[in-house]
């Protein structure tokens, strides 16, 4: 799973990859769910800032 993640997050986004730093903007992880659901499918990681890849609300091990 670990290297699942990193490999989501080492890429850009895209069609199918989507980063959201949290979930305070529904309107706009609703949007991204309706675009995914609406085309080929795609993931949405929350957690991870936009631009810096920065991964939020995780203590690193």
Same mark, same amino acid.
């Given at each position: 799973?670990? =290297? &699942?993640? !990193? @490999?989501?997050?080492? &890429?850009d +986004? /895209? $069609? *199918?990859? +989507?980063? $959201? &730093? @949290? %979930?305070?903007?529904? @309107?706009?992880v #609703?949007? *991204?769910?309706?675009a995914? !659901?609406n =085309?080929? /499918?795609?993931? %949405?990681? #929350?957690?991870? +800032?936009?631009g =810096? $890849? !920065? #991964?939020? /609300?995780? @203590? !690193?091990?």
């Amino acid at each position: 799973m670990v =290297t &699942r993640f !990193a @490999d989501l997050i080492s &890429r850009d +986004e /895209g $069609k *199918t990859l +989507e980063f $959201k &730093r @949290d %979930l305070s903007s529904p @309107d706009a992880v #609703i949007r *991204t769910v309706v675009a995914f !659901a609406n =085309t080929s /499918g795609g993931v %949405l990681v #929350i957690g991870v +800032e936009d631009g =810096t $890849k !920065a #991964i939020l /609300g995780i @203590d !690193a091990p």
